[in-house]
Nanobody
Framework: QLQASGGGLVQAGDSLRLSCAVSRRTVSTYVMGWFRQAPGEECECVAAVGWSGAGTYYADSVKARFTISTDNAKNTVYLQMNSLKPEDTGVYYC???????????????WGQGTQVTVSS
């Protein structure tokens, strides 16, 4: 089970940190990702990482602003979002899969979403 939290309403330029607590790490959650569902747009993976820290992925739209990280002791994945823009608005989901390529296309497990709204 994946439990996401940390969303909210912020102004452009602000920061937020999302958290995703993973109840049990298995082969199906070797790689974790954060997805964004913006209004009227397709759901996209904005960042992904393996629990070892290797194989990090960032969408071009968030590079240099977002940082994905893991706390293995807490089974938690974070998404630090800095310099937020109105176009970052959307529902953010955490998801997991056995390998990075699968997480980017068809994750095995999904958590519930957390709303992020960035006002201009």
């Amino acid at each position: 089970q994946l439990q996401a939290s940390g969303g909210g309403l912020v102004q452009a330029g602000d920061s937020l940190r999302l958290s995703c607590a993973v109840s049990r790490r298995t082969v199906s959650t070797y790689v974790m990702g954060w997805f964004r569902q913006a209004p009227g747009e397709e759901c996209e993976c904005v960042a992904a990482v393996g629990w070892s820290g290797a194989g990090t992925y960032y969408a071009d739209s968030v590079k240099a602003r977002f940082t994905i990280s893991t706390d293995n002791a807490k089974n938690t994945v974070y998404l630090q979002m800095n310099s937020l823009k109105p176009e970052d608005t959307g529902v953010y989901y955490c998801a997991g899969g056995p390998i990075l390529q699968m997480v980017l296309t068809t994750p095995t497990y999904w958590g519930q979403g957390t709303q992020v709204t960035v006002s201009s």
